[in-house]
């Protein structure tokens, strides 16, 4: 889990399996924990009966597990769901329960691409960049009716994906296609800036044509990409690589140091990225 979970409720022998996290689950704390911490990847698979025989077999629970029951033969929504688990293991204080259950509550009556499109937003939050492909991925592949508006901001949000990868060229194909269907001018700027990054002046200066994108605009986003390619860290970074082991006494002072570097490199190139949308 990350962290140490004092658990004063009874540990399950054979533990839950949380299949979109890969996590094994042994407690009501370590659920609570994943919930409060995840709720945008909390969906409807949770209210099974799998779940419910594993809290009354395995942990005893048979009043919350029977509550449980309940609350999905009357098709409950999830958000009272959850806040019946979480109310069963006092693991969180109840402004922490209202904000998970308000949250999960909040995107309940979003269609089922738009909920899948946040699961994949907070994977990249999390830095989780493949996870977050595979999402994307999913919902373009498996939905059959989407708006043109959403279509583009999952297209928009796999280029921001392939360029944290530094695939400027999927990253490119990815952009030309959001703003084909969104229409919007965040689009279009990272669209430009991946082109930039890919270093294929040709094709940069076919899109320009293709979009008539200004002068102003065009230099402008040379300008800004050359600035942060071109920044002391960048140009510094494989001399200072040389000289660190000679330089620095310790593994610790090595690895502080290598770690500020790469931190200002990565500081620099994010500034660049485009957010998701």
Aim: with cysteine.
């Amino acid at each position: 889990m990350g962290e140490l979970i004092y658990c004063k409720n009874s540990i399950a022998k054979t533990p839950y399996y949380i299949e979109d996290a890969g996590l094994n689950i042994y407690s009501l704390e370590e659920l609570s924990y994943y919930i409060y911490n995840n709720p945008y990847l909390i969906d409807t698979s949770m209210m099974s009966k799998e779940f419910i025989s594993w809290l009354s077999d395995e942990l005893g629970e048979k009043e919350a597990a029977n509550q449980l029951s309940e609350l999905k033969d009357g098709n409950a929504p999830l958000h009272l769901f959850v806040g019946r688990i979480l109310n069963s293991c006092g693991y969180l204080s109840q402004t922490e329960i209202k904000q998970t259950m308000d949250i999960i509550s909040s995107i309940e009556n979003k269609s089922e691409e738009e909920c899948k499109k946040i699961r994949g937003d907070r994977f990249m939050e999390k830095g989780k960049i493949v996870d977050a492909i595979y999402e994307y991925e999913n919902i373009l592949n498996h939905s059959k009716d989407m708006s043109d508006s959403l279509m583009g901001d999952i297209y928009h949000n796999l280029g921001c994906a392939y360029a944290k990868l530094f695939f400027f060229e999927q990253a490119v194909s990815y952009f030309d296609m959001a703003y084909e269907k969104n229409k919007n001018r965040d689009s279009l700027k990272s669209l430009f800036y991946a082109l930039r990054c890919n270093r294929n002046e040709t094709q940069f200066e076919s899109y320009v044509v293709k979009y008539q994108i200004s002068e102003e605009m065009s230099e402008k986003i040379k300008s800004e990409v050359t600035t942060v390619s071109t920044c002391s860290e960048i140009k510094d970074f494989g001399k200072e690589m040389d000289e660190l082991y000679g330089n620095y006494s310790s593994d610790a002072q090595l690895e502080n140091r290598f770690d500020t570097i790469l931190n200002e490199v990565q500081k620099n190139y994010n500034s660049m990225s485009k957010t998701t949308i």
